[in-house]
């Protein structure tokens, strides 16, 4: 049986590639202020991965070193099993293109662009053409298809989360980072959009890796990772939002 990801060519890692891993990164600022501490971690393929922590606990220096947009200090990183902490900027951004997706609390979208050429807008900067049977899918999947002709001012803030959701999965990523995707939402969108999440990794297989500071959020990832001090200092599996209310408030007290 074939899934929707196979059906529709979602390109996805090699079982022995994890989608992302990191071997002992540290990040250290002006030479004194260590965000990361040798942070050691696998994302496997087609899993949803919530990274949570006090306010500087290293969660969104770990999501850049992470995604390539910042280079570690020292250790490595690897997406979709290639390295990547020693490859110059213009390589970087190349390969982000290919093969990680991004979505951003403030959604990031062009104004001036419709919503069609918004979710497209990552092909054409990398000059490839769209597939036209994928964005469709994309577009339909997120509840979009009446609303692609219209400017980003003229959505909700829901229908402008799912946009940039379809546009962080047009190039099919290996990857997709979400940095705090609900956190400018009111709560019934929130849900939507994490229950939209959840599909796309049950549904079409694919990796994400969300920064969340609620629970709730976290809760319905496969696993998250407790960062504090730089380090990841619990992995639970199948998490619940009380239990990783409880251990955040413990850190925060601790």
Same mark, same amino acid.
């Given at each position: 049986?074939?899934?929707a990801?196979?059906?529709?060519?979602?390109?996805?890692?090699?079982?022995?590639?994890?989608?992302?891993?990191?071997?002992?990164?540290?990040?250290?600022?002006?030479?004194?202020?260590?965000?990361l501490?040798?942070?050691?971690?696998?994302?496997?393929?087609?899993?949803?991965?919530?990274?949570?922590?006090?306010?500087?606990?290293?969660?969104?220096?770990?999501?850049?070193?992470?995604?390539?947009?910042?280079?570690?200090?020292?250790?490595?990183?690897?997406?979709d099993?290639?390295?990547?902490?020693?490859?110059n900027?213009?390589?970087?951004?190349?390969?982000?293109?290919?093969?990680?997706g991004?979505?951003?609390?403030?959604?990031?979208?062009?104004?001036?662009?419709?919503?069609?050429?918004?979710?497209? !807008?990552?092909?054409?900067?990398?000059g490839? @053409?769209?597939? &036209? #049977?994928? $964005?469709?899918? +994309?577009?339909?999947? =997120?509840?979009?298809?009446?609303?692609?002709?219209?400017?980003?001012?003229?959505?909700?803030?829901?229908?402008?989360?799912?946009?940039?959701?379809?546009?962080?999965?047009?190039?099919?990523?290996?990857?997709?980072?979400?940095?705090?995707?609900?956190?400018?939402l009111? !709560?019934?969108?929130?849900?939507?959009?994490? @229950?939209?999440? &959840? #599909?796309? $990794?049950?549904? +079409?297989?694919?990796? =994400?890796?969300?920064?969340?500071?609620?629970?709730?959020?976290?809760?319905?990832?496969?696993?998250?990772?407790?960062?504090?001090?730089?380090?990841?200092?619990?992995?639970?599996?199948?998490?619940?939002?009380?239990?990783?209310?409880?251990?955040?408030?413990?850190?925060?007290?601790?």
């Amino acid at each position: 049986m074939r899934t929707a990801a196979a059906e529709h060519g979602h390109r996805q890692a090699p079982a022995q590639a994890p989608a992302v891993a990191l071997e002992r990164v540290t990040k250290t600022y002006a030479g004194e202020v260590r965000a990361l501490d040798e942070v050691s971690l696998t994302v496997e393929p087609g899993t949803f991965v919530a990274v949570m922590g006090p306010s500087g606990s290293g969660k969104s220096t770990l999501m850049h070193c992470a995604a390539g947009l910042d280079k570690p200090s020292s250790g490595s990183v690897f997406i979709d099993g290639t390295r990547i902490d020693g490859m110059n900027e213009t390589r970087r951004t190349e390969l982000r293109r290919e093969r990680v997706g991004f979505i951003f609390q403030s959604y990031n979208l062009v104004p001036s662009l419709s919503i069609a050429d918004n979710i497209t !807008l990552p092909l054409r900067l990398a000059g490839k @053409a769209p597939d &036209r #049977d994928w $964005v469709r899918m +994309l577009v339909e999947r =997120v509840g979009l298809a009446e609303r692609l002709g219209r400017r980003p001012a003229e959505l909700s803030g829901g229908q402008q989360q799912r946009a940039a959701i379809a546009r962080a999965l047009v190039t099919r990523p290996a990857v997709v980072f979400a940095d705090e995707p609900t956190g400018a939402l009111d !709560l019934r969108t929130a849900r939507e959009v994490l @229950a939209l999440l &959840r #599909d796309l $990794v049950e549904g +079409l297989g694919q990796t =994400v890796v969300m920064v969340t500071h609620d629970p709730a959020a976290a809760a319905r990832a496969d696993r998250a990772l407790v960062m504090a001090d730089g380090r990841v200092v619990d992995t639970m599996e199948s998490p619940t939002a009380a239990d990783l209310a409880h251990r955040i408030t413990t850190l925060e007290v601790g």
